[in-house]
Nanobody
């Protein structure tokens, strides 16, 4: 079965850094697009960043561009999100998603349970 397990969340001060990991299993990881979405308290889901299978093209929301980096380690079937210069508005539950196609922005068919990121002084 497909499983996506996020880790790496925690409490960090504004300006700090954190790296999230998503351990994937149950499918051929390298083929499919993957992404990170987040949900801030009291708000809806927001797409943060995605990376394609195959060509590896990465895309970022304007709100995180220049601060976050998404990358994947296909041999380890693991997706990462390096987050730098964190801001309070980055606070939320971060979910790893698997796309139904090689393009990350195709409808996703699986997601993990999430990991909580809290940015606060």
């Amino acid at each position: 079965e497909v499983q996506l397990v996020e880790s790496g969340g925690g409490l960090v001060q504004p300006g700090g850094s954190l790296e999230l990991s998503c351990a994937a299993s149950g499918f051929t990881f390298s083929i499919y697009g993957m992404s990170w979405v987040r949900q801030a308290p009291g708000k809806g889901l927001e797409s943060v960043s995605g990376v394609n299978g195959g060509n590896g093209r990465a895309t970022y929301a304007d709100s995180v561009k220049g601060r976050f980096t998404i990358y994947r380690d296909n041999p380890k079937s693991t997706l990462y999100l390096q987050m730098n210069n964190l801001k309070p508005e980055d606070t939320g539950v971060y979910y790893c998603t698997k796309s139904s196609k090689p393009n990350w922005d195709a409808p996703y068919d699986y997601w993990g349970k999430g990991t909580l990121v809290t940015v606060s002084s």
